[in-house]
């Protein structure tokens, strides 16, 4: 099992460029989430989705457009993308579904794309 | 004000150091509260969970949570250079998948 994968690792972004992280795992977990991760900030979720087929708003949605492709696949597009966006970017994936009885639900992490938006 | 706060450190420490992280949290509806591990350049993995108050311990860690302080803490006892990592506190309400992540705190375990 690769977990949680992300591509790219890496990548530089000119203002106003637009691009897309793709995120897929293989647990076949319902729940897929997209957080950045920016210093003294912490994680913040940007978007999420509940089961395959729905997408909701986190803490910072401006500026991002989420994709729930199938139940393996979330991608994160930024449109026009702006040096406030330079991040770290996670994807996790769990198995809970939404609506359900939930225990702690254990959140699984891909190992991040270095994003610099210049 | 965050929902979850955390102290980012950084904190240095001595090997064989018992080592305390703390966060408190003000949403009282959350039942279940995780700990992270974050190496640098990766993702975080989860380290302990605890559900309501009480003590959870595995191994060199204890988890615990006092729910009418809203306090929780990670104990590391005897702590290694492999502990070095940013530890990051989470809290969930049992009735969704969303976790709220305090700002994480730097550990630093010198020979």
């Known amino acids: 099992n690769a977990g949680v994968t992300q591509t790219p690792k890496f990548q530089v972004l000119k203002t106003g460029q637009s691009m897309t992280l793709q995120c897929a795992q293989d647990?076949?977990?319902?729940?897929m989430y997209w957080y950045r991760q920016d210093p003294g900030m912490g994680l913040r979720l940007i978007y999420y989705s509940a089961s395959e087929g729905t997408t909701d708003k986190g803490e910072v949605p401006n500026g991002y457009n989420v994709s729930r492709l199938n139940k393996r696949e979330f991608s994160l597009r930024l449109e026009s993308a702006a040096p406030s966006q330079t991040s770290v970017y996670f994807c996790a994936s769990s198995e809970g579904e939404e609506g359900r009885a939930n225990l702690y639900n254990e959140q699984f992490f891909g190992p991040g794309t270095r994003l610099t938006v210049l | 004000q965050k929902e979850v706060e955390q102290d980012p450190g950084p904190l240095s420490v001595p090997e064989g150091a018992i080592v305390s992280l703390n966060c408190t949290y003000s949403?009282?509806?959350?039942?279940?509260f995780m700990w992270y591990r974050q190496y640098s350049r990766k993702g975080p993995e989860l380290l302990m969970y605890t559900y309501s108050s009480g003590n959870k311990e595995d191994g060199r860690f204890t988890a615990q949570v006092d729910k009418s302080s809203k306090y929780i803490s990670l104990f590391i006892r005897d702590s290694q250079p492999s502990d070095s990592a940013t530890y990051l506190c989470?809290?969930?309400?049992?009735?969704?998948?969303?976790?709220?992540f305090g700002t994480g705190t730097q550990l630093k375990v010198e020979l």
């Open positions: 989470a809290g969930n309400t049992g009735g969704g998948n969303k976790l709220t």
């Open positions: 647990m076949n977990h319902n729940s």
């Open positions: 949403n009282s509806a959350f039942q279940y």
